[in-house]
């Protein structure tokens, strides 16, 4: 009895113990209803896993094989052919990749403000207005006092016989200080210089323009910012160049305006030529424009004014 359970058991034993691990070996089942919400190319991770369907058993690897074949085809004519239509219901989830249609932004390019100088409008058939030379001086001889005798100009400083050595001693009506001592701690910004009528006489022109630039110089020191004109000896009329004058005649003149030109560039200062309005045909003075032939009368000296006004002020013609 004892020989026979010592068979018994160990077969009993072995019995059990594959019984048990029958227990735990899975059996192939039909694969679960496949759907768009259920299955995905991801959900399939298990490449031996076989698939049972009603005629025939596939491997999981040429289940996955199938499906990239079917998802590649749709994905290729969904992107050839877009519809705005539901997509269709499949066994096979398509991911679809929405990109968003971006634009650039309207970008201005700023604009840069440039500063730049302009002159100031003259008024259409204005007539003329001496405020616009607020701002400017006039130095010089007696060719200037019709400025201010008739009232064109309110900053004017002339001297009847005044000349470039004389400017540094000689003082105007009612001033005890030089003429060029008129300009100390005043901001004009334009200075318009008239010298040469009282200097014609002089033997040598060259002296004439040495002692013109110490008067420039002179200006510089005491107004540094402002811009510096010689003016051009005024053309006399035929009778008072006849004359002669202290050797005043227009032949005389035109050599001394070369002159007054040659250092107004040498100085870095502006020319202002003789102006065409007060001239005639033959370049003298125009006989009704003054009545000793020299000092302008009331109505040329309006005309000639207005004409720098034009010149310097307005940039007219430029």
């Known amino acids: 009895m004892k020989k ?16 048990f691990a029958a227990t735990k070996i899975p059996f192939p089942s039909a694969p679960p209803e496949t759907s768009a919400e259920s299955t995905s190319l991801a959900s399939t991770s298990a490449t031996t896993e076989v698939f049972t369907s009603e005629s025939s058993t596939v491997t999981a690897t040429e289940k996955i094989t199938e499906i990239i074949k079917s998802t590649t085809k749709k994905q290729a004519v969904t992107t050839v052919q877009p519809s705005t239509e539901a997509p269709t219901q499949t066994s096979t989830t398509i991911t679809t990749t929405k990109f968003l249609n ?14 730049t100088t302009v002159a100031p409008t003259k008024p259409v058939n204005a007539e003329y207005d001496s ?45 005890s200080v030089p003429v ?17 009528d009282n200097e014609c006489g002089w033997p040598n022109h060259d002296v004439f323009a040495e002692k013109y630039a110490k008067v420039i110089a002179a200006v510089r020191e005491r107004i540094p910012e402002a811009e510096i004109y010689l003016h051009a000896v005024l053309p006399v009329s035929v009778n008072a160049s006849a004359t002669n004058e202290f050797g ?5 003149i035109t050599k001394l305006n070369k002159k007054i ?44 004014i207005s004409s720098l006004a034009d010149e310097i002020i307005y940039n007219v013609g430029e």
């Open 248 to 252: 005043c005649n227009n032949e005389t």
């Open 180 to 196: 060029i001592d008129e300009l100390n701690g005043k901001t004009y910004e334009k200075v318009i210089l008239l010298f040469g």
């Open 261 to 304: 030109e040659e250092l107004a560039a040498k100085e870095g200062v502006h020319f202002i030529p003789q102006p065409e309005c007060l001239k005639a045909e033959d370049g003298t003075l125009i006989p009704e424009a003054a009545s000793d032939g020299i000092h302008l009368n009331k109505k040329y000296a309006k005309i000639w």
């Open 102 to 115: 971006l634009t650039m932004p309207d970008f201005q390019i700023p604009t840069l403000k440039q500063e």
């Open 131 to 175: 405020s616009c030379f607020d701002n400017t001086v006039f130095v010089g001889n007696s060719r200037f006092v019709s400025f201010k005798n008739f009232g064109l100009a309110k900053n004017v400083y002339p001297v009847v016989g005044l000349n470039v050595d004389t400017v540094f001693t000689k003082s105007v009506a009612g001033s």
């Open 4 to 19: 026979k359970l010592f068979y018994i058991i160990p077969v009993l034993a072995a019995v059990a113990v594959i019984g």
